[in-house]
């Protein structure tokens, strides 16, 4: 079987698309289909349904996928670093939140990067985009706050974090744990809100888990990403729900103060996401080891 094709092939599996796997693959779209129609005549059976939208695996191309997908990247990965891989140069190119890769994953990384690891970072956006952009062969790892579903990538858990509802301490001289457990969704009708997104997805899901309600308002300040969300909150720009480990020295230093402690606290699990098959390759593995060893102190 040609490994030309195979590699195609996973690449169309991955991207769900003929179109994206050829944009991938620096070939012309017409160039990818003549290749799946080879290797479908070839092995007998259809590999893909095709769509409206993109492609759909069949059962064959399913199994085909989950076994030819860990050869192909480990072959890929031998052609990368070489042979002799004490003197090549080792890269990681590792996916996630800006604010929790920044903070804990590439500072946990450090030992490896002192043992010659190079580590390319990059922030794709949504959970959806992460994850994408690893199993089309973008990353190498990715930290996503969702577990995958399918058999192309393979999920451990990497720890919670735990979110608090904070403000600076003007506005929280306003409030009273009691009135913010009975009247949360009023609370936020009264206070300005600081989020990441117009949709609250942070306020969200902590008034759904505390408070089994829905947000009424719109936020005053929104700035995609934590720090900038934490940064205005503490100034007095209005409440806002962040990490714990993204505040802590915040709320240490009576920048923030925790307006709620309720009795069970709202997680969001972090998960470390690989390529089925590629946790055994270098750098890949190490790192992996590593963030999981860190994270048992964060």
């Given at each position: 079987m040609d490994?030309?094709?195979?590699?195609?092939f996973v690449t169309v599996h991955r991207a769900g698309s003929f179109t994206r796997a050829a944009a991938l693959l620096g070939l012309?779209?017409?160039?990818?289909?003549?290749?799946?129609?080879?290797?479908?005549?070839?092995?007998?059976?259809?590999?893909?349904?095709?769509?409206a939208r993109g492609v759909t695996p069949t059962t064959i191309g399913d199994e085909l996928a989950h076994r030819a997908a860990?050869?192909?990247?480990?072959?890929?990965?031998?052609?990368?670093?070489?042979?002799?891989?004490?003197?090549a140069v080792r890269t990681l190119h590792l996916a996630g939140p800006p604010e929790f890769t920044a903070l804990r994953a590439l500072p946990a990384l450090t030992p490896l990067v002192e043992q010659g690891l190079a580590v390319r970072a990059s922030f794709p956006g949504t959970t959806e985009e992460i994850l994408d952009g690893l199993a089309a062969g973008h990353h190498?790892?990715?930290?996503?706050?969702?577990?995958?579903?399918?058999?192309?990538?393979?999920?451990?858990?990497?720890c919670d974090e735990e979110h608090v509802l904070v403000a600076a301490p003007r506005w929280a001289a306003r409030l009273s744990?009691?009135?913010?457990?009975?009247?949360?969704a009023v609370v936020l009708e009264q206070l300005p809100v600081v989020e990441v997104h117009e949709s609250l997805p942070f306020v969200s899901r902590y008034w759904a888990s505390v408070f089994e309600t829905k947000p009424a308002a719109a936020a005053t300040v929104i700035a995609p990403d934590l720090r900038a969300v934490r940064d205005s909150a503490a100034s007095g720009?209005?409440?806002?729900?962040?990490?714990?480990?993204?505040?802590?020295?915040?709320?240490?230093?009576?920048?923030?103060?925790?307006?709620?402690?309720?009795?069970?606290?709202?997680l969001r699990t972090y998960?470390?996401?690989?390529?089925?098959?590629?946790?055994?390759?270098?750098?890949?593995a190490g790192a992996h080891e590593e963030l999981l060893r860190a994270a048992g102190n964060w």
């Open positions: 490994l030309a094709l195979l590699r195609t012309s779209q017409p160039a990818v289909t003549s290749q799946i129609r080879t290797l479908e005549r070839q092995l007998g059976r259809p590999l893909f349904l095709r769509q860990p050869h192909l990247d480990a072959l890929v990965a031998i052609a990368g670093t070489g042979l002799d891989e004490e003197s190498d790892l990715a930290i996503a706050t969702a577990r995958p579903r399918g058999g192309l990538l393979v999920s451990t858990p990497l744990p009691e009135v913010l457990l009975s009247e949360g720009a209005g409440l806002a729900v962040l990490p714990r480990y993204l505040c802590e020295d915040a709320l240490r230093r009576g920048l923030l103060v925790a307006l709620l402690d309720p009795p069970i606290p709202p998960f470390l996401v690989a390529r089925t098959g590629t946790l055994a390759l270098t750098p890949l």
